[in-house]
């Protein structure tokens, strides 16, 4: 075991159980618990929504897959990047002032009715827990290449890990831990970037000279068509990149971290800049890998490339440099995850069990003592899960999640928000079928259905792998269908009242129901 690598993890590890401990001093209230009391400023609350959506795929992922596929990886950058207008423009202030703690909150603000948001619950729990079991595995795959444990033991540190964040701290300790793995993020790549490009003489055309090099692409590097050949592939992805954020349950629960839209777009406007910061310094990683690295070097440790960032450190400034790296690696794994369990613990403990089984009789103290209960088991299952796959391919997960988010979370908040002829019906159908649809699409796809080394070896019987183009449309057309071809009319609320309040903060009405 390398001294320098299992020094600065337990210094990350230390330093995040005493934002812990302070966190956890400040959550006595279900208020505190979820969201923070709203106390987080916009500046803040930026920071920790880049912190929750850079993950390890986008981290080490993007800059392997740069390296690796050239062109093409760079437009995984774009389509995360560009999603969040869609959430700045559409989605971001009617959440914030028609929720209150969920996303169930914002649809039943129209559609009050015990099975709407239970549906919304049960959707943002798939959508949680799919997106952290890869978030787990990756993990674990790192901390045992670095500290040379087995894997087993690297998944457990980090479940125990993200469950104590979250546990004990709530939204606080969550939000303090992605504010610090941001700035770790984002120093140490920069750096790292501003290395590479010394050691080129600070020019650009010296760098991209050396990647035709060394790179089996030479002059094709910088043309599409390496990672997809299919055009069809590359425009379904883009739509799961673009639209998926905007139906992210962890991403969409950190707009009621502030206390006023004012500071909800200083939010996104921050992470806009931040997250478009940080894949330009991920494309001169990317860039900087292959040239000082080496194509082969790369792909003989890790085919996908996902070690490069890491490699590239430890060839310019040895194990001191790449034991940073990847110690910033495994914050931004476990501040993600934190991030995912908060969300998967606000929709089970204010959705299902206040508002369903309780149906909103019971004290505060009886629903903190849930939440923390409903995180420790969700992270207790999903550490399981990331056992149990350890010899498994998970990566199809990451583009699971962001197509259910797009087709069914999306088209059911859009039309709630915008369309007077939209009801409870039209939102059932839209969840279901976009949920059914993409997960039926993945599961006859190429990601488990593949004769060379998928879960089940025969043909794919749907040949995209990003079947979001299907799964998309999809769920805005059952959406649509469900609302014209439904009986009733009519929503609970008046929709004049209801997009009043979801522009203004207005509401009329003398009782909410």
């Known amino acids: 075991m390398n001294i320098t690598y299992l020094l600065f993890f337990l210094c990350i590890v230390v330093c995040t159980l005493i934002i812990t401990y302070w966190a956890a001093r400040q959550s006595k209230t279900t208020n505190q618990f979820y969201i923070a009391a709203g106390s987080l400023t916009g500046l803040q609350n930026g920071m920790a929504i880049s912190g929750d959506y850079i993950s390890a795929a986008s981290f080490l992922g993007i800059v392997g897959t740069i390296a690796i596929n050239g062109f093409d990886g760079f437009l995984y950058a774009i389509g995360f990047l560009v999603s969040y207008l869609i959430v700045l423009f559409f989605i971001a202030e009617p959440v914030h002032r028609l929720g209150k703690y969920s996303l169930g909150d914002v649809i039943c603000a129209r559609f009050p009715s015990y099975k709407m948001r239970g549906i919304m619950a049960i959707g943002a729990l798939i959508i949680s827990i799919f997106y952290m079991i890869p978030q787990l595995v990756a993990a674990g795959l790192l901390i045992r290449l670095l500290l040379d444990i087995n894997y087993s033991a690297s998944v457990l540190i980090i479940g125990i890990l993200m469950t104590i964040y979250v546990v004990f701290g709530g939204m606080f300790a969550t939000s303090w831990v992605q504010i610090v793995k941001t700035v770790l993020l984002l120093s140490g790549t920069f750096l790292l970037a501003l290395i590479v490009l010394a050691r080129f003489n600070w020019s650009i055309p010296n760098l991209l000279e050396q990647v035709t090099l060394r790179s089996p692409l030479g002059n094709q590097f910088s043309l599409p068509g390496h990672l997809f050949n299919n055009p069809l592939e590359t425009i379904s992805l883009h739509l799961a990149l673009v639209l998926g954020t905007a139906g992210l349950p962890h991403i969409l629960i950190r707009l009621f971290t502030v206390r006023n839209t004012v500071e909800v777009r200083k939010s996104l406007l921050t992470a806009s800049w931040i997250i478009g910061a940080f894949y330009l310094i991920a494309l001169v990683l990317g860039l900087g890998a292959v040239a000082l690295v080496g194509f082969e070097e790369l792909v003989m440790l890790d085919p996908f490339g996902n070690l490069a960032a890491p490699l590239l450190a430890e060839s310019l400034g040895g194990d001191f440099l790449m034991a940073f790296i990847a110690a910033i690696a495994f914050t931004t794994i476990v501040a993600v995850v934190a991030g995912l369990v908060i969300s998967a613990t ?36 999903s550490t399981l899960f990331a056992l149990g796959l350890r010899n498994m391919n998970v990566t199809f997960l990451v583009s699971l999640t962001f197509i259910v988010a797009a087709s069914s979370n999306l088209p059911v908040l859009l039309f709630t928000i915008y369309w007077r002829r939209f009801n409870q019906t039209g939102a059932i159908t839209g969840m279901l079928s976009g949920l059914i649809v993409s997960l039926v699409l993945l599961f006859l796809g190429p990601h488990v259905m593949n004769p060379d080394g998928g879960w089940i070896s025969m ?55």
């Not at 606000?346 to 505060?364: C, G, Q, R």
């Not at 749907?462 to 609302?483: E, H, Q």
């Open 346 to 381: 606000t929709a089970f403990s204010h959705d299902i069990y206040y508002h369903l089984i309780k149906k909103e009789n019971v004290s505060e103290k009886k629903r903190v003592r849930a939440a923390r209960w409903t995180a420790f088991f969700i992270g207790l299952l």
């Open 459 to 513: 043909e794919p019987l749907v040949p995209l792998y990003n079947p979001g183009i299907i799964a998309i449309p999809a769920g805005f057309l059952g959406a649509y269908l469900g609302a014209v071809l439904s009986r009733n009319k009519e929503s609970a609320v008046p929709f004049s009242a209801f997009y009043l309040q979801a522009q203004t903060g207005v509401d009329i009405r003398r009782e909410r129901p």
